[in-house]
Protein backbone atom coordinates (compact mmCIF):
# COMPACT_ATOMS: atom_id res chain seq x y z
CA UNK A 1 0.00 0.00 0.00
CA UNK A 2 1.34 3.43 -0.94
CA UNK A 3 1.99 6.05 1.60
CA UNK A 4 -0.15 8.21 -0.04
CA UNK A 5 -2.85 5.56 0.53
CA UNK A 6 -2.30 4.99 3.76
CA UNK A 7 -2.56 8.52 4.51
CA UNK A 8 -5.64 8.64 2.78
CA UNK A 9 -7.56 6.01 4.78
CA UNK A 10 -6.10 7.36 7.95
CA UNK A 11 -8.40 10.42 6.98
CA UNK A 12 -11.33 8.28 6.38
CA UNK A 13 -11.17 6.72 9.29
CA UNK A 14 -11.55 10.52 11.07
CA UNK A 15 -8.20 10.94 12.38
CA UNK A 16 -7.10 15.02 12.57
CA UNK A 17 -3.74 14.24 12.68
CA UNK A 18 -3.90 12.62 9.30
CA UNK A 19 -5.79 15.37 8.26
CA UNK A 20 -3.06 17.72 9.33
CA UNK A 21 -0.46 15.99 7.45
CA UNK A 22 -2.70 15.57 4.64
CA UNK A 23 -2.52 19.57 4.59
CA UNK A 24 0.93 20.24 6.03
CA UNK A 25 2.06 18.14 2.56
CA UNK A 26 -0.11 19.78 -0.04
CA UNK A 27 -0.86 23.32 0.77
CA UNK A 28 1.76 25.54 -0.91
CA UNK A 29 1.44 22.98 -4.14
CA UNK A 30 -2.09 23.54 -3.82
CA UNK A 31 -2.30 27.92 -2.97
CA UNK A 32 0.19 27.87 -5.94
CA UNK A 33 -2.07 25.72 -7.82
CA UNK A 34 -5.33 27.92 -6.93
CA UNK A 35 -3.40 31.35 -7.58
CA UNK A 36 -2.55 29.95 -10.84
CA UNK A 37 -5.87 29.76 -12.11
CA UNK A 38 -7.68 32.40 -9.96
CA UNK A 39 -5.15 34.60 -9.84
CA UNK A 40 -5.61 35.89 -6.81
CA UNK A 41 -4.59 34.93 -3.30
CA UNK A 42 -7.06 35.45 -1.11
CA UNK A 43 -9.48 34.13 -3.40
CA UNK A 44 -7.02 30.70 -4.15
CA UNK A 45 -7.06 30.77 0.16
CA UNK A 46 -11.11 30.65 0.15
CA UNK A 47 -10.83 27.96 -2.91
CA UNK A 48 -8.51 25.51 -0.76
CA UNK A 49 -10.35 25.76 2.57
CA UNK A 50 -13.68 24.88 0.54
CA UNK A 51 -11.56 22.14 -0.79
CA UNK A 52 -10.39 20.33 2.07
CA UNK A 53 -13.98 20.83 3.96
CA UNK A 54 -15.25 19.08 1.69
CA UNK A 55 -12.99 16.61 1.46
CA UNK A 56 -12.83 16.29 5.66
CA UNK A 57 -16.67 15.99 5.09
CA UNK A 58 -17.07 13.26 2.07
CA UNK A 59 -13.36 11.24 3.38
CA UNK A 60 -15.35 8.41 4.34
CA UNK A 61 -17.08 7.54 0.81
CA UNK A 62 -14.45 8.92 -1.90
CA UNK A 63 -11.69 6.53 -2.66
CA UNK A 64 -8.89 7.82 -4.46
CA UNK A 65 -6.92 5.56 -6.36
CA UNK A 66 -4.77 7.51 -7.90
CA UNK A 67 -2.16 10.21 -6.68
CA UNK A 68 -3.37 12.37 -3.97
CA UNK A 69 -1.44 15.24 -5.61
CA UNK A 70 -3.19 15.14 -8.92
CA UNK A 71 -6.39 14.28 -7.47
CA UNK A 72 -6.17 17.24 -4.85
CA UNK A 73 -5.21 19.45 -7.55
CA UNK A 74 -7.93 18.13 -9.97
CA UNK A 75 -10.46 19.06 -7.02
CA UNK A 76 -8.86 22.91 -6.56
CA UNK A 77 -8.83 23.23 -10.73
CA UNK A 78 -12.10 22.19 -10.63
CA UNK A 79 -13.23 24.54 -7.73
CA UNK A 80 -11.26 27.03 -9.05
CA UNK A 81 -13.02 26.97 -12.56
CA UNK A 82 -16.68 27.05 -10.99
CA UNK A 83 -15.53 29.85 -9.19
CA UNK A 84 -14.35 32.09 -12.49
CA UNK A 85 -18.09 30.87 -14.47
CA UNK A 86 -19.95 32.02 -11.69
CA UNK A 87 -17.46 35.66 -12.04
CA UNK A 88 -17.01 37.35 -15.59
CA UNK A 89 -14.03 35.36 -17.50
CA UNK A 90 -10.54 36.74 -17.75
CA UNK A 91 -12.01 39.84 -16.10
CA UNK A 92 -7.74 39.94 -14.22
CA UNK A 93 -6.30 43.24 -14.54
CA UNK A 94 -2.55 44.23 -12.61
CA UNK A 95 -4.62 46.24 -10.45
CA UNK A 96 -6.48 43.11 -8.90
CA UNK A 97 -3.24 41.42 -8.79
CA UNK A 98 -2.56 40.35 -4.89
CA UNK A 99 0.83 40.23 -4.46
CA UNK A 100 1.76 36.26 -3.39
CA UNK A 101 3.52 36.15 -0.59
CA UNK A 102 7.24 35.20 -0.85
CA UNK A 103 8.51 31.72 -1.77
CA UNK A 104 9.63 29.45 1.09
CA UNK A 105 12.58 28.99 2.28
CA UNK A 106 13.20 32.13 2.67
CA UNK A 107 15.55 31.39 5.36
CA UNK A 108 17.74 28.99 3.29
CA UNK A 109 21.15 29.75 2.23
CA UNK A 110 21.04 32.78 -0.77
CA UNK A 111 17.69 33.23 -0.97
CA UNK A 112 17.63 35.94 2.44
CA UNK A 113 18.96 38.82 0.05
CA UNK A 114 16.20 40.99 -0.09
CA UNK A 115 16.54 42.41 -3.48
CA UNK A 116 16.96 39.04 -4.67
CA UNK A 117 13.36 38.07 -2.91
CA UNK A 118 11.51 40.83 -4.13
CA UNK A 119 13.01 40.09 -7.83
CA UNK A 120 11.72 36.67 -7.49
CA UNK A 121 8.11 37.85 -5.90
CA UNK A 122 8.18 40.07 -9.03
CA UNK A 123 8.97 37.04 -11.57
CA UNK A 124 6.53 35.31 -10.01
CA UNK A 125 3.84 38.09 -10.47
CA UNK A 126 5.18 38.48 -14.04
CA UNK A 127 4.33 34.87 -14.43
CA UNK A 128 0.81 34.69 -12.64
CA UNK A 129 -0.47 37.70 -14.54
CA UNK A 130 0.28 36.32 -17.91
CA UNK A 131 -1.52 33.02 -16.60
CA UNK A 132 -4.18 35.17 -15.44
CA UNK A 133 -4.97 36.18 -19.25
CA UNK A 134 -5.39 32.57 -20.59
CA UNK A 135 -8.48 31.18 -21.41
CA UNK A 136 -9.58 29.25 -18.52
CA UNK A 137 -9.40 25.86 -20.36
CA UNK A 138 -6.14 26.41 -21.09
CA UNK A 139 -5.38 27.38 -17.68
CA UNK A 140 -6.24 24.33 -15.94
CA UNK A 141 -4.54 21.88 -18.45
CA UNK A 142 -1.49 24.16 -17.87
CA UNK A 143 -1.84 23.99 -14.05
CA UNK A 144 -2.74 20.26 -14.26
CA UNK A 145 0.12 19.24 -16.15
CA UNK A 146 3.22 21.47 -14.76
CA UNK A 147 1.89 22.20 -11.24
CA UNK A 148 0.42 18.39 -10.22
CA UNK A 149 2.81 16.65 -12.80
CA UNK A 150 -0.78 15.33 -14.53
CA UNK A 151 0.40 13.45 -18.05
CA UNK A 152 -2.36 14.45 -20.63
CA UNK A 153 -3.92 11.30 -20.45
CA UNK A 154 -4.78 11.61 -16.81
CA UNK A 155 -5.59 15.04 -17.54
CA UNK A 156 -7.91 13.78 -20.18
CA UNK A 157 -9.60 11.85 -18.29
CA UNK A 158 -10.84 13.49 -15.03
CA UNK A 159 -11.38 16.72 -17.37
CA UNK A 160 -13.28 14.70 -19.72
CA UNK A 161 -11.86 15.80 -22.95
CA UNK A 162 -9.71 13.73 -25.47
CA UNK A 163 -5.94 13.40 -25.57
CA UNK A 164 -5.76 15.91 -28.37
CA UNK A 165 -8.11 18.24 -26.82
CA UNK A 166 -6.04 18.45 -23.90
CA UNK A 167 -2.82 18.61 -25.88
CA UNK A 168 -3.74 21.40 -28.40
CA UNK A 169 -5.57 23.55 -25.54
CA UNK A 170 -1.92 23.12 -23.61
CA UNK A 171 0.03 24.21 -26.47
CA UNK A 172 -1.89 26.74 -27.45
CA UNK A 173 -1.36 27.89 -23.94
CA UNK A 174 2.01 27.76 -23.56
CA UNK A 175 2.28 29.41 -26.92
CA UNK A 176 0.29 32.31 -25.35
CA UNK A 177 2.15 32.84 -22.35
CA UNK A 178 5.60 33.00 -24.41
CA UNK A 179 4.03 35.66 -26.48
CA UNK A 180 2.54 37.35 -23.42
CA UNK A 181 5.77 37.12 -21.30
CA UNK A 182 7.96 38.30 -24.27
CA UNK A 183 5.25 41.47 -24.76
CA UNK A 184 5.81 42.21 -21.20
CA UNK A 185 9.56 42.20 -21.75
CA UNK A 186 9.83 44.24 -24.36
CA UNK A 187 7.29 46.92 -22.72
CA UNK A 188 9.47 46.94 -19.43
CA UNK B 1 12.41 36.37 -25.21
CA UNK B 2 12.00 33.39 -23.55
CA UNK B 3 11.74 29.80 -25.00
CA UNK B 4 8.58 27.07 -24.31
CA UNK B 5 11.05 24.85 -22.09
CA UNK B 6 11.81 27.97 -19.93
CA UNK B 7 8.35 29.47 -19.33
CA UNK B 8 7.24 25.01 -18.31
CA UNK B 9 10.53 25.46 -15.86
CA UNK B 10 9.11 28.70 -14.63
CA UNK B 11 5.42 27.48 -13.87
CA UNK B 12 7.23 24.06 -12.82
CA UNK B 13 9.24 26.11 -9.99
CA UNK B 14 6.40 28.53 -9.18
CA UNK B 15 5.81 28.30 -5.34
CA UNK B 16 3.66 29.97 -3.32
CA UNK B 17 2.86 29.82 0.87
CA UNK B 18 0.39 29.44 3.12
CA UNK B 19 -0.05 32.15 5.60
CA UNK B 20 -0.28 30.64 9.48
CA UNK B 21 -3.68 32.09 9.48
CA UNK B 22 -5.04 30.57 6.43
CA UNK B 23 -3.65 27.26 7.98
CA UNK B 24 -5.31 27.83 11.21
CA UNK B 25 -8.85 28.49 9.19
CA UNK B 26 -8.84 25.73 6.88
CA UNK B 27 -7.45 23.10 9.80
CA UNK B 28 -10.06 24.21 12.16
CA UNK B 29 -12.85 24.35 9.56
CA UNK B 30 -11.61 21.16 7.95
CA UNK B 31 -11.24 18.81 11.52
CA UNK B 32 -14.80 19.96 12.33
CA UNK B 33 -15.75 19.00 9.22
CA UNK B 34 -14.54 15.42 9.83
CA UNK B 35 -16.95 12.82 10.61
CA UNK B 36 -16.65 10.75 14.18
CA UNK B 37 -15.69 7.29 13.56
CA UNK B 38 -19.55 6.52 14.63
CA UNK B 39 -20.97 8.66 11.78
CA UNK B 40 -18.43 6.80 9.05
CA UNK B 41 -21.46 4.68 7.56
CA UNK B 42 -24.05 7.53 7.36
CA UNK B 43 -24.55 7.54 3.69
CA UNK B 44 -24.36 11.48 2.12
CA UNK B 45 -24.67 12.57 -1.05
CA UNK B 46 -21.96 12.36 -3.30
CA UNK B 47 -19.45 15.37 -3.87
CA UNK B 48 -19.77 16.55 -7.41
CA UNK B 49 -15.95 16.41 -8.53
CA UNK B 50 -15.69 13.01 -7.64
CA UNK B 51 -18.67 11.89 -9.68
CA UNK B 52 -17.10 13.26 -12.80
CA UNK B 53 -13.88 11.32 -12.18
CA UNK B 54 -15.61 7.79 -11.19
CA UNK B 55 -18.19 8.34 -13.94
CA UNK B 56 -17.65 7.33 -17.21
CA UNK B 57 -20.56 7.83 -19.54
CA UNK B 58 -18.08 6.53 -22.48
CA UNK B 59 -18.12 3.01 -21.30
CA UNK B 60 -21.80 3.06 -20.69
CA UNK B 61 -22.44 4.59 -24.04
CA UNK B 62 -19.58 1.90 -26.24
CA UNK B 63 -21.54 -0.74 -24.42
CA UNK B 64 -24.87 0.46 -25.74
CA UNK B 65 -23.94 1.44 -29.17
CA UNK B 66 -22.77 -2.33 -29.50
CA UNK B 67 -25.86 -3.76 -28.44
CA UNK B 68 -27.31 -1.41 -31.00
CA UNK B 69 -25.39 -2.21 -33.82
CA UNK B 70 -25.59 -5.94 -32.92
CA UNK B 71 -29.13 -5.48 -33.28
CA UNK B 72 -29.44 -3.01 -36.43
CA UNK B 73 -27.02 -5.74 -37.97
CA UNK B 74 -29.48 -8.27 -37.28
CA UNK B 75 -32.41 -6.84 -38.75
CA UNK B 76 -30.20 -5.68 -41.57
CA UNK B 77 -29.47 -9.00 -42.26
CA UNK B 78 -33.00 -10.44 -41.94
CA UNK B 79 -35.41 -8.10 -44.29
CA UNK B 80 -34.64 -6.03 -47.54
CA UNK B 81 -33.69 -2.41 -46.55
CA UNK B 82 -36.70 0.03 -46.17
CA UNK B 83 -35.74 3.92 -46.61
CA UNK B 84 -36.35 5.62 -43.31
CA UNK B 85 -39.19 7.52 -43.04
CA UNK B 86 -38.72 10.66 -41.87
CA UNK B 87 -41.86 12.22 -39.90
CA UNK B 88 -40.53 15.13 -38.55
CA UNK B 89 -40.37 18.26 -41.75
CA UNK B 90 -37.12 19.94 -42.05
CA UNK B 91 -36.49 23.56 -42.57
CA UNK B 92 -34.30 22.31 -45.47
CA UNK B 93 -35.80 22.37 -49.03
CA UNK B 94 -34.82 19.01 -50.90
CA UNK B 95 -35.57 18.04 -54.39
CA UNK B 96 -35.73 14.85 -55.53
CA UNK B 97 -32.90 13.71 -57.66
CA UNK B 98 -35.49 13.24 -60.93
CA UNK B 99 -36.31 16.40 -60.53
CA UNK B 100 -35.66 18.44 -63.97
CA UNK B 101 -33.77 21.33 -63.62
CA UNK B 102 -36.46 23.52 -65.93
CA UNK B 103 -38.57 23.35 -62.66
CA UNK B 104 -38.26 25.94 -60.22
CA UNK B 105 -37.70 23.89 -57.27
CA UNK B 106 -37.55 26.28 -54.22
CA UNK B 107 -40.94 28.50 -53.81
CA UNK B 108 -39.55 31.90 -52.09
CA UNK B 109 -41.65 34.75 -51.12
CA UNK B 110 -40.79 37.59 -54.27
CA UNK B 111 -38.63 39.84 -52.43
CA UNK B 112 -36.33 37.13 -51.85
CA UNK B 113 -35.74 36.00 -55.30
CA UNK B 114 -33.37 37.97 -57.61
CA UNK B 115 -34.97 40.01 -60.87
CA UNK B 116 -33.90 37.56 -63.65
CA UNK B 117 -34.32 33.58 -62.52
CA UNK B 118 -30.73 31.95 -63.42
CA UNK B 119 -30.64 28.03 -64.73
CA UNK B 120 -30.34 25.71 -61.69
CA UNK B 121 -27.62 23.86 -60.87
CA UNK B 122 -26.85 21.05 -58.44
CA UNK B 123 -24.77 22.29 -55.26
CA UNK B 124 -21.55 20.17 -55.23
CA UNK B 125 -20.03 20.13 -52.07
CA UNK B 126 -16.21 18.70 -51.52
CA UNK B 127 -16.89 16.90 -48.34
CA UNK B 128 -14.50 16.03 -45.72
CA UNK B 129 -13.71 12.17 -44.76
CA UNK B 130 -16.36 10.47 -42.32
CA UNK B 131 -14.76 9.95 -38.92
CA UNK B 132 -18.15 8.01 -37.50
CA UNK B 133 -20.74 5.81 -39.10
CA UNK B 134 -23.39 5.07 -35.62
CA UNK B 135 -25.62 6.98 -33.59
CA UNK B 136 -24.96 6.65 -29.91
CA UNK B 137 -28.46 5.86 -27.86
CA UNK B 138 -27.35 8.72 -25.64
CA UNK B 139 -29.00 11.23 -28.57
CA UNK B 140 -32.39 10.81 -28.08
CA UNK B 141 -33.10 14.28 -27.35
CA UNK B 142 -36.44 16.22 -27.86
CA UNK B 143 -37.08 17.84 -31.38
CA UNK B 144 -34.45 15.97 -33.00
CA UNK B 145 -34.57 15.14 -36.57
CA UNK B 146 -32.84 11.72 -37.33
CA UNK B 147 -29.88 10.99 -38.72
CA UNK B 148 -30.07 10.56 -42.44
CA UNK B 149 -29.29 7.39 -44.12
CA UNK B 150 -27.51 7.44 -46.82
CA UNK B 151 -26.29 11.02 -48.40
CA UNK B 152 -28.14 14.05 -48.74
CA UNK B 153 -30.11 14.29 -51.91
CA UNK B 154 -29.47 17.57 -54.47
CA UNK B 155 -29.68 21.13 -53.53
CA UNK B 156 -30.37 23.15 -56.44
CA UNK B 157 -28.74 26.86 -56.38
CA UNK B 158 -28.33 29.24 -59.41
CA UNK B 159 -25.83 28.89 -62.07
CA UNK B 160 -22.53 30.33 -61.10
CA UNK B 161 -22.79 30.50 -57.20
CA UNK B 162 -19.96 29.76 -55.32
CA UNK B 163 -18.19 29.89 -52.12
CA UNK B 164 -18.44 33.00 -50.76
CA UNK B 165 -17.26 32.97 -47.59
CA UNK B 166 -13.76 31.54 -48.63
CA UNK B 167 -10.77 33.21 -47.48
CA UNK B 168 -13.01 35.78 -45.92
CA UNK B 169 -12.23 37.58 -42.33
CA UNK B 170 -14.08 35.98 -39.15
CA UNK B 171 -14.82 37.81 -36.30
CA UNK B 172 -16.55 36.43 -32.89
CA UNK B 173 -18.37 36.74 -29.75
CA UNK B 174 -15.01 35.46 -28.30
CA UNK B 175 -12.21 37.35 -29.84
CA UNK B 176 -9.13 34.73 -28.09
CA UNK B 177 -10.13 31.47 -29.10
CA UNK B 178 -8.96 28.79 -26.42
CA UNK B 179 -7.74 26.62 -29.78
CA UNK B 180 -6.89 27.48 -33.34
CA UNK B 181 -8.14 30.85 -34.65
CA UNK B 182 -10.79 31.95 -36.16
CA UNK B 183 -9.69 32.15 -39.95
CA UNK B 184 -9.91 28.33 -39.63
CA UNK B 185 -13.43 29.07 -40.07
CA UNK B 186 -13.25 29.72 -43.76
CA UNK B 187 -10.39 28.34 -44.68
CA UNK B 188 -11.42 25.57 -46.95
CA UNK B 189 -10.45 22.70 -44.42
CA UNK B 190 -13.35 21.25 -43.07
CA UNK B 191 -11.55 17.57 -42.17
CA UNK B 192 -12.27 16.07 -38.76
CA UNK B 193 -8.96 17.12 -37.64
CA UNK B 194 -7.58 18.49 -34.40
CA UNK B 195 -6.27 21.55 -36.89
CA UNK B 196 -8.92 21.92 -38.52
CA UNK B 197 -11.17 23.56 -35.72
CA UNK B 198 -11.65 26.82 -33.65
CA UNK B 199 -12.55 26.31 -30.23
CA UNK B 200 -14.45 29.26 -28.39
CA UNK B 201 -15.76 30.05 -25.03
CA UNK B 202 -18.39 28.04 -24.07
CA UNK B 203 -21.92 29.18 -23.34
CA UNK B 204 -24.11 31.28 -26.27
CA UNK B 205 -21.01 32.84 -28.30
CA UNK B 206 -21.09 33.54 -32.54
CA UNK B 207 -18.71 33.49 -35.03
CA UNK B 208 -19.68 36.31 -37.96
CA UNK B 209 -18.22 36.09 -41.54
CA UNK B 210 -18.19 39.07 -43.58
CA UNK B 211 -18.32 38.43 -47.43
CA UNK B 212 -17.04 41.73 -48.08
CA UNK B 213 -20.00 42.71 -50.89
CA UNK B 214 -23.72 42.46 -50.18
CA UNK B 215 -24.25 39.26 -52.35
CA UNK B 216 -27.47 36.72 -52.55
CA UNK B 217 -27.02 33.83 -50.93
CA UNK B 218 -28.52 30.55 -51.23
CA UNK B 219 -26.82 27.70 -49.43
CA UNK B 220 -25.04 28.36 -45.86
CA UNK B 221 -23.49 25.06 -44.64
CA UNK B 222 -21.92 24.72 -41.35
CA UNK B 223 -19.69 22.03 -40.05
CA UNK B 224 -19.02 22.36 -36.35
CA UNK B 225 -17.45 19.99 -35.10
CA UNK B 226 -17.89 16.56 -37.06
CA UNK B 227 -15.10 14.16 -35.62
CA UNK B 228 -17.98 12.54 -33.27
CA UNK B 229 -21.50 12.26 -32.87
CA UNK B 230 -22.42 15.83 -31.40
CA UNK B 231 -25.65 18.12 -30.82
CA UNK B 232 -24.79 21.42 -30.51
CA UNK B 233 -27.51 23.26 -28.86
CA UNK B 234 -29.32 26.64 -29.99
CA UNK B 235 -27.67 26.72 -33.53
CA UNK B 236 -29.02 29.98 -35.06
CA UNK B 237 -27.89 31.73 -38.62
CA UNK B 238 -28.68 35.17 -39.10
CA UNK B 239 -27.80 37.15 -42.00
CA UNK B 240 -27.82 41.03 -42.12
CA UNK B 241 -26.36 43.85 -44.15
CA UNK B 242 -24.84 45.59 -40.57
CA UNK B 243 -22.12 44.11 -39.62
CA UNK B 244 -24.05 44.66 -35.99
CA UNK B 245 -27.30 42.54 -36.65
CA UNK B 246 -29.79 45.29 -35.49
CA UNK B 247 -31.52 44.43 -38.70
CA UNK B 248 -31.34 40.95 -39.22
CA UNK B 249 -33.15 37.94 -41.25
CA UNK B 250 -32.69 34.48 -39.35
CA UNK B 251 -32.69 32.18 -41.46
CA UNK B 252 -32.25 28.93 -38.67
CA UNK B 253 -33.28 28.87 -35.51
CA UNK B 254 -33.19 25.72 -32.97
CA UNK B 255 -33.09 27.56 -29.67
CA UNK B 256 -35.92 26.06 -28.29
CA UNK B 257 -36.05 27.88 -25.17
CA UNK B 258 -34.42 31.23 -26.51
CA UNK B 259 -31.61 31.56 -24.42
CA UNK B 260 -30.07 33.33 -27.76
CA UNK B 261 -33.09 35.71 -26.81
CA UNK B 262 -33.38 35.72 -30.82
CA UNK B 263 -36.56 34.70 -30.14
CA UNK B 264 -38.17 31.00 -29.73
CA UNK B 265 -36.30 29.07 -32.72
CA UNK B 266 -38.56 26.09 -34.48
CA UNK B 267 -36.02 24.55 -36.28
CA UNK B 268 -34.86 20.77 -35.07
CA UNK B 269 -31.75 19.87 -33.25
CA UNK B 270 -29.38 17.57 -35.31
CA UNK B 271 -26.26 15.49 -35.12
CA UNK B 272 -23.16 17.10 -36.78
CA UNK B 273 -21.87 14.88 -39.65
CA UNK B 274 -19.38 15.22 -42.02
CA UNK B 275 -22.32 16.32 -44.60
CA UNK B 276 -22.28 19.27 -41.98
CA UNK B 277 -26.05 20.41 -42.16
CA UNK B 278 -27.58 23.00 -45.41
CA UNK B 279 -29.62 25.61 -44.79
CA UNK B 280 -31.73 26.95 -47.11
CA UNK B 281 -30.68 30.71 -47.43
CA UNK B 282 -33.59 31.36 -50.35
CA UNK B 283 -31.27 33.90 -52.16
CA UNK B 284 -31.60 36.92 -49.41
CA UNK B 285 -29.25 39.83 -49.96
CA UNK B 286 -26.74 39.86 -46.86
CA UNK B 287 -23.24 40.61 -46.65
CA UNK B 288 -22.87 39.51 -42.93
CA UNK B 289 -23.21 35.86 -41.94
CA UNK B 290 -23.47 34.94 -37.96
CA UNK B 291 -23.57 31.64 -37.14
CA UNK B 292 -24.80 31.12 -32.98
CA UNK B 293 -24.07 28.20 -30.98
CA UNK B 294 -24.32 27.29 -27.10
CA UNK B 295 -21.82 24.35 -26.34
CA UNK B 296 -22.79 20.63 -27.57
CA UNK B 297 -23.78 17.77 -25.56
CA UNK B 298 -21.11 14.71 -25.78
CA UNK B 299 -22.54 12.14 -23.36
CA UNK B 300 -23.05 13.84 -20.19
CA UNK B 301 -20.77 16.86 -20.71
CA UNK B 302 -21.80 19.79 -22.37
CA UNK B 303 -18.52 21.06 -24.25
CA UNK B 304 -17.36 24.37 -25.61
CA UNK B 305 -18.10 25.71 -29.69
CA UNK B 306 -16.03 25.14 -32.17
CA UNK B 307 -16.53 25.73 -35.51
CA UNK B 308 -14.88 23.54 -38.17
CA UNK B 309 -16.07 25.42 -41.43
CA UNK B 310 -18.39 27.79 -43.03
CA UNK B 311 -19.34 27.58 -46.30
CA UNK B 312 -21.32 30.88 -47.51
CA UNK B 313 -22.87 29.50 -51.46
CA UNK B 314 -24.25 32.35 -53.42
CA UNK B 315 -23.58 35.17 -56.16
CA UNK B 316 -21.90 38.53 -55.72
CA UNK B 317 -23.43 41.47 -57.19
Redesign the interface.
Known sequence: MTEDRRLWQS????N?DA??RL?QQF???L??AA??MLHD?AAA?DC??DV???????????QIRRNLKA?LT??VV??ARDYLRKKE??NVSLEDLTV?????DDTAAGRTDPAELLAQKE??AK??LA?GQL?V??REV?VLH??ADMTFKEIA??Q??SI??AQ??YR?G??K??KL??EQ?VSK | MKTAEQIEQAIRDLELQTSAATDERILTDAKAALPSAADAGEIRPSPVLWKRIVKNPWFVLSTAAAALFAIVAGIHSLGPEKPLETTTPSKDTFVKKDTKTDVIPITTPGDLIPQIEPAMIELKLELPKPVFITTPMAFRLERMEPLRRGSRPPFLVPEGARNLALGKPVSSSDPEPIIGSLKLVTDGNKEATESSYVEISPGAQWIQIDLEKTSNIYAIVLWYYHAMPVVYFDVAVRVSNDPDFTDATTLFNNDHDNSLGLGVGQDLLYIETHEGKLIDAQGVTARYVRLYSNGYIRGNAIEVNRYTEVEVHGIEP
Do not use: W
Open positions: VQNGPLRYKDQLTTMVELHFVTLAAEAHRIYTCNRRRPPAGREALLLPEQVLNKTEINTSRYVDLRLSE
